[in-house]
């Protein structure tokens, strides 16, 4: 494996280069430097950290940032000024600006927040949000509508963002109005200690009132008297309905047909949509009834505060309603979200699919059909799940778009000159993915238009580094590479064990692009590893059941990985009587999920691929599907169509199926 590189590191005014040979020591010193830092030896870090400097290795920038990590809550400004000095425009510089705002923060050193700042260019942690506007705040402006949705989005109790509600609070620049939808989505989303923190910000009174309601909120709404309630009592009724439901939405619908006449109408309604959300997680068939029952007490649809979560599972209620799709709901669920969920491929698929199906009949049913037909037309295309079904829904095939001219010399090389790619591609080749990854996509924004990142991702696949080949190539607009965003590493034996496996390749492909971007070391977070991300567990029962004689340590071996979670896959397959969908949602969520999901109505499959209730699994399946139509045509294999990999519909398994294999892990 070639380490031949030339990287000028700016602050050093130098150019290293050095031959294969000369570079093992130098890589050592970087990965000692890097089990440094995790055992916390600081003394051997700053040793380590000096060598790097000194010899001017290509990754010094990465042992310096580790090292002054270590010890940013006692730094001062001086030494964070020398380090952005020695590393300009780099990733490590601007990462550590983010690290030092969030000292600043905790400090309440504002002169010098207000300094580093405007300098931050990823500008993506909502903590560093959250102070920047308390600091505008502080400067006498007014940020009190900014500030109440950076606060309402935040997703844990981090200093800055509580910080700054409680000084607006404070100033009384945050009432009733910001403080109770910030509330109301804690106890929905299960953060009752957040949403106490919220109410305190009105007063010890709210908070106690709001602390009865959530401990025990049956008991609470049984005993509360009859008649009609202030506001406040009424926010806090909503919380208890709301916590409520999170465990057992038809008792929560029960005592919100008592509550709905005490409430004012905006409450009923997001009581009504909060026990639909809840009871749409649990594919109840209760949902799109409480959906419509939240929009009977809507009286402005453009002042709705419901969540984005619980517009869009409304709208994936109405895809399984008890007496078929309600499409009337559906439209009044997407219409009602904000503009990027509009904008989403699922919802403007099937707003059309809505339009369609209400408009009137005749002519003056014409306009509404043409707004359909335009917003599929908008939608075809080969880059999402969505895409491919409007595409075929207008009668036409997914067909490979002309390939793109080869990356010219002078594109590879300027790629290749590139320090941060190099960067990126060291720390990768050293088992340091992490900080590779990250540093690739930092140095990704610079580069301009569609020819540099087709360099990008080229030099990426040279280095059979696949998930940056993949990425980078799936990051360009108008010139499309097929080959760079579905690569076909190890063709001979993924063909041939589809073929053992009576699968095809495509599908297969899709998967292990989906699983493991072709990382034959990849290990996920719950401990799946390999090409397919098997679980231990899984591989260990599926060596058993084809006879092979298998240890523990032969799951990140790659024929042996391709082997076994080609066979699984199969299997799953065979136990889901050849559907698709099924198969690849028990491939990620385990069989037993995917069974219980499709019991209840019989759905269209890509209603049911859509109101699958795990994020992960929903994004999965249409993401493998999407992928195996392209492989496909890239293979030159038959079967490009998504509709036939979807089959037609999902429903409970039929009585005459052979009883499903519950030994299947």
């Not at 001017?56 to 001062?76: I, N």
């Not at 799109?288 to 979560?309: F, G, I």
């Not at 969920?341 to 014409?366: N, S």
Request: positive net charge; charged residues 25%.
């Amino acid at each position: 494996m070639s380490r031949v590189l030339s990287v000028c590191l700016l602050a050093l005014s130098a150019c290293w280069a050095a031959p294969a040979w000369a570079q093992p020591a130098a890589d050592k010193a970087v990965l000692d430097a890097r089990d440094a830092l995790r055992s916390n030896d600081r003394n051997r870090l700053t040793t380590l950290r000096e060598q790097a400097l000194r010899q001017q290795h290509p990754l010094a920038s990465w042992v310096d940032y580790w090292e002054l990590g270590t010890r940013l809550k006692d730094a001062q400004q001086p030494e964070l000024d020398a380090f952005y000095a020695r590393w300009p425009g780099s990733y490590v510089e601007d990462r550590l600006r983010n690290d030092w705002l969030l000292v600043l923060g905790q400090r309440r050193d504002w002169d010098n927040f207000r300094r580093e700042h405007p300098r931050f260019r990823m500008a993506d942690d909502r903590e560093v949000d959250c102070y920047a506007l308390l600091v505008r705040h502080l400067d006498g402006q007014n940020v009190t509508e900014a500030a109440a949705s950076a606060w309402l989005a935040q997703r844990r109790d981090d200093d800055g963002c509580t910080l700054m509600a409680r000084t607006l609070a404070e100033a009384g620049r945050f009432g009733p109005e910001q403080v109770w939808p910030v509330v109301r989505l804690a106890v929905e989303n299960n953060r009752p200690r957040a949403a106490l923190a919220a109410a305190a910000m009105l007063g010890a009174p709210v908070e106690r009132r709001l602390r009865d309601a959530l401990d025990n909120p049956a008991q609470w709404l049984a005993r509360h008297p009859r008649s009609a309630v202030q506001e406040r009592d009424g926010e806090a009724a909503l919380a208890a309905l709301l916590r409520l439901a999170n465990t057992d939405p038809e008792a929560a619908a029960g005592l919100a047909a008592e509550w709905e006449e005490r409430l004012v109408p905006s409450q009923s309604a997001y009581a009504w949509a909060g026990i639909g959300r809840q009871a749409a997680l649990k594919l109840a068939p209760t949902a799109a009834a409480a959906y419509n029952r939240a929009w009977a007490h809507v009286r402005s649809e453009h002042r709705m505060d419901w969540p984005a979560e619980t517009l869009v599972w409304g709208a994936r209620a109405a895809l399984r309603a008890e007496r078929g799709p309600d499409w009337a709901l559906l439209l009044r669920q997407v219409q009602a979200m904000r503009p990027a969920e509009q904008a989403d491929p699922a919802w403007v698929y099937w707003k059309a699919r809505a339009l369609q199906a209400t408009a009137a009949k005749g002519e003056k049913g014409d306009a509404t059909r043409a707004e359909a037909q335009r917003q599929l037309q908008a939608l075809a295309g080969p880059h999402s799940f969505y895409g491919l079904l409007a595409l075929e829904d207008l009668g036409g095939r997914f067909a490979p778009p002309p390939a793109p001219a080869p990356v010219s010399d002078a594109e590879r090389n300027a790629a290749r000159a590139t320090p941060g790619l190099q960067r990126a591609l060291q720390l990768i080749e050293l088992g340091l993915r992490s900080e590779g990854v990250r540093e690739w996509n930092f140095t990704l924004r610079d580069l301009e238009g569609d020819r540099a990142l087709l360099a990008a991702a080229q030099q990426a696949c040279a280095r059979e580094v696949w998930d940056r080949c993949i990425n980078t190539s799936e990051r360009t607009r108008s010139e499309i590479d097929l080959g760079q965003r579905y690569p076909t590493p190890f063709r001979a034996d993924v063909t041939a064990q589809a073929q053992a496996a009576g699968l095809d390749a495509a599908t297969i492909y899709g998967l292990v692009r989906q699983e493991s971007r072709f990382i034959t070391d990849a290990r996920s977070g719950v401990g799946a590893s390999g090409l397919m991300q098997l679980m231990p567990a899984t591989a260990r029962w599926t060596a058993k059941k084809l006879g092979l004689d298998y240890k523990p340590t032969m799951i990140n071996d790659r024929d042996v990985n391709l082997r076994l979670g080609t066979a699984y896959l199969k299997l799953l397959t065979d136990d889901f009587n050849g559907a698709q969908p099924l198969a690849i949602a028990g491939y990620n969520a385990g069989p037993g999920r995917p069974r219980r999901w499709r019991e209840g109505p019989v759905l269209e499959t890509a209603a049911w691929v859509e109101n699958i209730p795990f994020n992960e699994t929903r994004d999965y399946v249409k993401k493998v599907l999407a992928n195996a139509v392209h492989y496909a045509a890239v293979l030159g294999e038959p079967g490009t169509s998504l509709k036939a990999r979807l089959g037609a519909t999902v429903g409970p398994r039929p009585p005459q199926a052979a009883a499903p294999n519950k030994d299947l892990p």
